[in-house]
């Protein structure tokens, strides 16, 4: 059966080579490495062995998973070949080693028996260099694929394969999202082996200047608790809002329930749409952290009750975002928002289904939150009516609708009017709906445009230096038709 036996090269010189790995390699017959790049390999030259190396495979490849593919094909097919083959690789096989482990992957479905002989990582002499006890929380990731969310600043981290200074510019960029442009970090390039061990502190934003970068470089990036840190992390987050509703906490936090604090949630959530309207992103992001500590809370309430958590709500949403969107996480297609409109509502209908929610049984206008304002409460009712054919066949009738509710408006009695009134509203809702215009969004802008133009009279009024006591209507009506002609909007 063809075999390969994979053996680690380790972090240093052929001295630090374990004895029975450096047999191995010496009595090898058919020998590969997957890089020369390495202080053992000009050693084992020198003494006469001789070995195939996959360096000139990297020159071919935009990407390092295209490398690492191709160089298990080709150790598997030398397997089938020559019956058995040595695999050396920097460090030990089993870390930061992608070939090794799709050898592991692919040899059982190739027939071929893969063996794991040991080796030194590279983790040892560097935990011993800069004096690191990982005890204490250590994460080892891959520079190829480097993620911020990867990255958690309370632990010690070690980052692998910094190759080059693209390389480095990428995790540089990645660890940015996480910690301050200035932040130490340390390069290590070779740590372990005498002579060419190269280690070198700098601030981050200097990560990809380093002049040693190489296939045996790394970034060690510390541990810290500096609020500029820690600040920026969601588990930090959810500390201080259980630290808060804790019997050590905040006493006004403490007492609040669902009930008491219902409201604020629609009030940050209005507060919102103003900086949105607004166009102030800085308002934004503050007001936006104001709402997302309304769901912190109810989130927090919940859990000590034993409902649930925000990682179940987080979780939730997740499930339902990628259930929903099937023509990118699925097999279906959209070619326009409308089919991906179709597509959600379609997955919404069976979801209920699956609840035990009879359609038959349903009203049509159910499932609008009770809590929305009137107006975009009344246009949601018309569209789900209009979506079974309950509806105007043109335009020209919701007009005579509009004009027969303003009659009655003017005709009726006092305990009548809010009644009529009411009705009349609807109707003109009914009427941007057919323009395709928001009702609440028409109002409010005519709002802003209200606020506008009577932030001119008073204006007007502090220039002249007097006040609403020392003016009368004719004159702010002057005004006002002259903030019509200045403030447009």
Not at 261 to 273: D, F, G, P, Q, S
Request: hydrophobic fraction near 40%; glycine fraction near 6%; aromatic fraction near 8%.
């Amino acid at each position: 059966m063809p075999a390969i036996r994979i053996v680690g090269l380790g972090a240093g010189t052929l001295e630090q080579l374990p004895m029975g790995i450096y047999r191995t390699l010496k009595e090898a017959n058919h020998l590969y490495l997957r890089t020369e790049e390495h202080p053992v390999v000009a050693q084992l030259r020198q003494e006469g062995i001789t070995f195939t190396a996959f360096d000139a495979i990297y020159e071919k490849h935009g990407d390092f998973d295209a490398v690492y593919t191709e160089i298990a094909d080709l150790l598997l097919q030398a397997a089938r070949e020559k019956g058995e083959i040595v695999y050396a690789v920097p460090g030990h096989p089993l870390v930061a080693e992608r070939t090794v482990q799709l050898l592991l992957e692919e040899g059982p479905k190739r027939e071929t028996a893969v063996e794991v002989e040991g080796g030194q990582s590279f983790l040892d002499p560097l935990f011993a260099r800069l004096r690191i006890d990982p005890i204490e929380g250590f994460a080892l990731l891959d520079a190829t694929a480097l993620k911020a969310e990867q990255v958690n600043p309370l632990l010690h981290t070690v980052i692998a394969q910094v190759y080059d200074k693209m390389v480095a510019s990428d995790t540089k960029l990645t660890l940015m999202e996480v910690f301050p442009d200035e932040y130490p970090v340390t390069v290590a390039t070779a740590v372990g082996a005498a002579g060419l061990e190269r280690v070198e502190t700098v601030p981050l934003y200097e990560l990809d200047r380093v002049q040693h970068l190489g296939n045996l470089s790394l970034v060690y990036v510390p541990p810290t608790r500096e609020a500029a840190v820690r600040n920026r992390q969601f588990a930090y987050l959810k500390e201080i809002v259980a630290i808060l509703r804790s019997p050590e906490g905040c006493p006004w936090d403490r007492e609040q329930t669902h009930q008491s604090i219902r409201k604020n949630l629609i009030e940050e959530a209005y507060e919102v749409l103003e900086t949105i309207d607004d166009d102030d992103p800085d308002a934004m992001r503050e007001e936006l952290g104001d709402l997302l500590l309304q769901i912190m809370l109810h989130s927090q309430m919940a859990a000590e009750d034993g409902f649930f958590t925000v990682e179940d709500v987080i979780a939730g949403l997740n499930e339902k975002l990628i259930r929903r969107h099937p023509h990118v996480f699925g097999e279906k297609a959209a070619r326009d928002a409308d089919e991906a409109f179709a597509n959600w509502e379609a997955i919404k209908a069976q979801e209920k289904a699956a609840k035990g929610e009879e359609a038959s049984a349903r009203s049509v206008l159910a499932g609008i939150p009770r809590e929305l304002p009137a107006l975009m409460y009344a246009c949601k009712l018309q569209k789900k009516a209009a979506a079974v054919g309950f509806d105007w066949e043109d335009v020209a009738d919701v007009y005579r609708k509009v004009e027969e509710e303003y009659r009655e408006v003017r005709q009726a009695s006092e305990e009548e009017r809010a009644g009529e009134l009411g009705d009349l509203l609807f109707a003109v809702v009914n009427l941007a709906r057919f323009y395709q215009i928001d009702p609440e969004e028409a109002l409010r802008m005519t709002n802003r445009k209200f606020q506008r133009r009577f932030a001119y009279i008073e204006q007007k009024l502090r220039e002249a230096n007097r006040t609403f006591e020392e003016t009368d209507l004719a004159e702010m009506d002057r005004w006002w038709e002259e903030a019509k002609q200045r403030v447009r909007r």
